[in-house]
C-alpha cells in the first residue's frame, strides 16, 4: 500500500529536498501524496503538485490563490489559502509528513501532523520550542512517533538507538559557528543582512543562515534537546566544529561517545526520517577520511554570540520562555532583514523581552494551552517592535 504522505514548506530549502528524495523513491508510484504547501513561490508549488500528483496544494499567502488557480487549472488538484487551510490540510489523514515551515508559523501544521497519530518529521524546530510541552503531548496521545530532521538531533536520535534512556550522560550539539566565526565583535556590529545569510557550510533558507549567524540556531537547538531527548541543562553541550562533519555526539554513562558523522547534506536526516526504520540507499557524498584530514573544535564565545546564553536561561526559567524567546528573536530579524535594527542587536532585544516583567508573569501560564502560547507569542512580537519604534 502506497503511503500517505504531506510536506508543509514544501517549497523551501528542507521541503524541496524531501520532494527530491520523495521523487527519487519513486514519487506517485510509491506515495499518495495528499498536501503540499508553500508561500510566495506558488510556480514551484504547482510545479511540485503536478510531478508528485498532489491531492491538494496551498499557498500561506490568500493574494497568491488566484495564481495558484490557474496553474493547477484542469489538473484536478485542489487549491486552497490561507493558515487555517494549512492547518486544515494538516488534519487530512496520512501516515507521514514533514513540517518544514519556517518560524513559529509552522506550529499548527505539527500539531495537525500530531493529533492524527502520524509519524512527524520534524524540522520545524521552532514548534518545539515554543511548544515543546504540548507538542510532545500531543504525540504521546496521538501515538505519533516524533523524528526529528534537524541534523544535530537527527545524529543524537541515531546514537540513542537501542539505548537505555537512563544511560544518557550527556548531549554534544556541534555547531559550524556560521560565516562570524573569527569575527571581532566590533567587526559584527555592521554586519548586512546578506552577509549574515551567507553561511560557509550549509545551504539553508534565508532565516535559519542568519539564525546560525546569530547562534541563535543553536540556542533553538539546545531547547530543542532538552525536550526531545528529556536532558537537564548541564548535560547539553555546544562545540564548535567548524567542518560540520560530526553532526553531534551522545555520551553514556560508562564514559562512551557514540558521533554521528556524514557530509553536510539535510538529504540524510531527511532520508533517515523518511525510511526510518529503515535505512534507504542516499545520494549523499561519502565521506573521506584521508581527504578530510582533520577536525577542529574550539568552545564557542557566549560573549560574542550571547544567544547561546540565553538559551540555557531559558532551559532555567522554562514555563512559556521558549515562545517568548523565538517570537522575540523572530521579530527582532524581521527588524534586521528590514535595516532597522542591527545585527547584534538581535540578542540585545531578546534578552529585553525575557527581562520584561509582563511577559515573565505571562511565562507562568499554562504551557499546554495552545491560547496561551499564541498570546505570548504575539505579545513578545509587539514588545519587540515598540522597543524599536521608540528606539
Ligand atoms: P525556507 O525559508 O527555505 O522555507 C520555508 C518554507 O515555509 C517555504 O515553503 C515557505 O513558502 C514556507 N513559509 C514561509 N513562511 C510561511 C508562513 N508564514 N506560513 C506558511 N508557510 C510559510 O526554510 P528552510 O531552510 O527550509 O527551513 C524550514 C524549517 O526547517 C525551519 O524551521 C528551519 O529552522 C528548519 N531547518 C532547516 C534546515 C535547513 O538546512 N534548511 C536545517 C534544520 C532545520
Ligand atoms: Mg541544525
Redesign the pocket.
Known sequence: MRRKISI????????QNTVDLVQRQGGAENYNIIAL?????VALLAQQAIALQADIAIT?LPEKLPELQALLQNTGIESAAG?DA?AESAAREIDWAMS????A??LNASLGIARQGATLAL????SIVCAGELLLRECSKNNATLLP???EHSAIFQALQGAKPETLERIILTASGGPFKDHSLAGMHSVTPAQAAAHPK???????SI?SATMF?KA?EVIEAKHLFSCKPDQIEVIIHPQSIIHSMVGFSDGAMLAHLGSPD?RGPIGYALNFPNRNPLPLARLDFAKLARLDFAAPDITRFPALRLAYRVLETGGLSGAVFNAAKEAAMDAFLAGKTGFLDMAMLVEKALDDPYLNEQIAGDVFSLNAITDIDLAARQFVNALITNG
Open positions: 508543509f514548506g514544501a517549497t523551501g530549502s528542507i521541503g504547501s508553500g508561500a510566495a513561490n500561506a493558515a494549512i518544514a515551515i519556517v518560524g508559523a509552522g524540522a520545524n524546530k521552532e530532521v534537524d541534523s550549509w545551504k539553508m533558507g534565508k532565516r535559519i539564525d540556531n533553538l539535510m
